[in-house]
């Protein structure tokens, strides 16, 4: 057995990492737009990228790096160094030449405004800011967001049945062009736990796929889609269960956050299918609904239209029937296998669950055992104002 | 030879077609919400309808008909009948019972709120109100409409090197749901041209392609989407070319007309994919610039964010590389295979396009020759306005 606990931390829970975040003028009025990650000893890595055809640089030049382990991550926000081409390239490796020595094999992560080189005087003047004794997990968080309202973290310490224990501490950022993500999402995740490079990048594809491969906020993917997982061993400890459960809990957690801070959102919307043909119906609907943005604009309007909700999921392509199909707000089932149940008595108690915070809507296909969850919010004014005009 | 005549006229341009709309107290202060159309002589019939799962009960009840003929086309806006079961196709059979005599094999089509039996008694007082020897082809336009902000019709005449002629008239309605349709996309074409059922499905097939099929408002699918095509052949005049470059006309004039009305949209833009691998992959790509938040977004904030358009083709899933890449606003290069050429005098041309009513966004994929066309709008305030309270 095992025990999982939360820490009121974040990517400098696990032994051995330092972290903080600078200001280098690429974000208005002196905010943090840098960060660094390092560790004293060197680190496994396990990675999931963007899917997106124009793989921005960053990752380009980590893929073109082949297997190699790295004790320093630098990123930037404000700049994507996306659609940048070989140019984008040639200005990391020249920006990473002029880390302390400290950083071996550094690697940089950038999130951002897409077609700009990047400021690179100004982030080489922000690196000598850096100081690699610092543990200031917060800073570090501030600094990599950009139409973040808030900062993403968590940590947890797993403690193992002879009192042996490792930490797993992360930080992301998020805000829109979430599908998994864009905008950009970044997610970087330090751990002492002695783990092997394969088994962490198994269980990371694993819990990508039900977290941030679960969370929608427009539906668009990101030339920058990143998470990184360090592992430095300090600790000496490991358990495979209790690593995959505290790893999944912290993605989660994260993806949820994206979600609710998503650009204008109001509202975070679980939606769970049931009874598909299969799993890859099941995600297919649950991706269509948290991307609808008829969906979308009901749910902002607390309007409890599952009118919208089977339409979409009849125009989502998987098979369906609408005498097979049921609809739930939270508790409150408003239409099943082809019964109207919906009265104005029914009406006012969905509008009442449509009004809080956070809820789910669940759909059963009634065709079979499939089955999938993911994560959306509503779309309101502010996400028009926020990306009408978000590069000027 | 021909040569093809645009007529201020609508869907009684045809010889023999009878059409007219009235109130019925479906929609509130005595707006029209019920149209007609008939034909003195009997109509061959071609049809597209949606590929949502949850079809409609007007479309499951025309299909259920098998091959038939008909002179009758009864319309009502305010309900869809969707998602009503086998009780929608029961108040269809009724209501189209208490028809005037003349209608023969009737058909229904309906528009509006999905989930909500139809108000039948209202209905069949209303089509007490028809008057057969009406021609009122914009008030039968009036009736049809939902949220559209203007009635969508036009008509041509067709007239043959030996004098004689035909003529093809239609109406739509769009506004929202449309892609192609929702909330609800219909459109009826009428036609004196003496054509056969089949070659007249050949021919709205392939032109709903490129018209109704490449027309997006948000990305969304209604369960009630058709187009109904009816020839009476009362001209006794057929010439398959002229016809379907008439056809094709009419439906791409009706197409973008949805579009500029789409809910709440200021600009009709065109997307012009070529060089993809073929035509498929181009037209995914076509789809998802016209269906993507973040690059409709900058449209309703006329920021020339090309990066959006760069990461959104990259997204689509199909094959795309950014050193193949180019990128035009109307004739305006803004990326070219790999260079950047924005800066903030290209930035000051881009943001002229941005501000007109109609434009083009070309994407040059320089990987072979695949190509399609597709129709789009900005995304602002008053998309999330209509549709956060439509229901209500």
């Known amino acids: 057995m095992y025990k999982l606990k939360k820490l009121e931390s974040g990517i ?36 999931v990228f963007t899917t997106n055809k124009m793989t921005a640089a960053p990752i380009r030049h980590f893929k073109a790096k082949g297997e190699f382990k790295t004790n ?74 950009t139409t973040d309202s808030f900062s993403k973290e968590i940590a947890f310490e797993v403690t193992l049945e002879d009192g042996s224990s490792f930490c797993i501490g992360a930080m992301a950022k998020g805000a829109g062009m979430i599908n998994p993500a864009m905008a950009t999402m970044l997610c970087f995740i330090t751990t002492d736990a002695k783990v092997t490079k394969d088994e962490m990048q198994e269980i990371l594809d694993s819990a990508t796929l039900r977290t941030f491969n679960a969370a ?81 604009t009901a749910l902002y309007g607390e309007d409890p239209n599952w009118g919208r909700i089977a339409s979409t999921v009849g125009a989502s392509g998987v098979e369906a029937d609408e005498a097979c199909l049921s609809i739930s707000f939270n508790d409150l089932c408003v239409y099943k296998r082809g019964t109207l149940l ?20 669940s759909c059963d296909l009634g065709l079979g055992e499939g089955k999938f969850t993911s994560f959306g919010c509503d779309l309101g004014y502010e996400y028009v104002k926020i990306n009408a005009d978000y590069r000027t």
Chains 1, 2 share one sequence.
Do not use: W
Not at 239 to 253: G, P, Q, R, S, W
């Open 216 to 296: 929608s906020v427009d539906g668009d993917t990101s030339t920058n889609d990143t998470v990184l997982l360090l592992a430095n061993a300090e600790s000496g400890v490991f358990h495979k269960e209790a690593f995959a459960e505290a790893l999944e809990e912290i993605m989660l957690f994260l993806a949820k956050e994206m979600v609710r801070d998503g650009e204008g959102a109001t509202k975070l919307v679980t939606y769970k299918i049931t009874g598909a043909k299969d799993d890859t119906d099941a995600e297919i609907v649950a991706k269509a609904l948290s991307n609808s943005l008829l969906v979308k």
């Open 72 to 145: 320093f991550v630098l990123i930037n926000s404000k700049n994507a160094n996306a659609m940048t081409g070989p140019a984008g390239i040639v200005d990391i490796d020249e920006i990473l030449l002029t880390l302390p020595k400290e950083a071996q094999n550094p690697v940089m992560s950038s999130t951002g405004v897409i077609g700009v080189r990047l400021p690179k005087v100004k982030i080489i003047e922000g690196t000598k800011l850096f100081d690699l004794e610092k543990r200031e997990p917060h800073s570090a968080a501030q600094a990599i967001m």
């Open 12 to 47: 400098c829970a696990a032994d051995g990492f330092y972290a903080d975040g600078v200001s280098a003028g690429l974000k208005a009025e002196n905010a943090k737009d840098m960060a660094f990650i390092y560790s004293a000893s060197e680190c496994e890595i396990a990675s």
């Open 342 to 361: 919906f009265d104005s008595a029914m009406e006012e108690k969905a509008s009442k669950v449509m009004q809080l915070e956070s809820f789910s809507i």
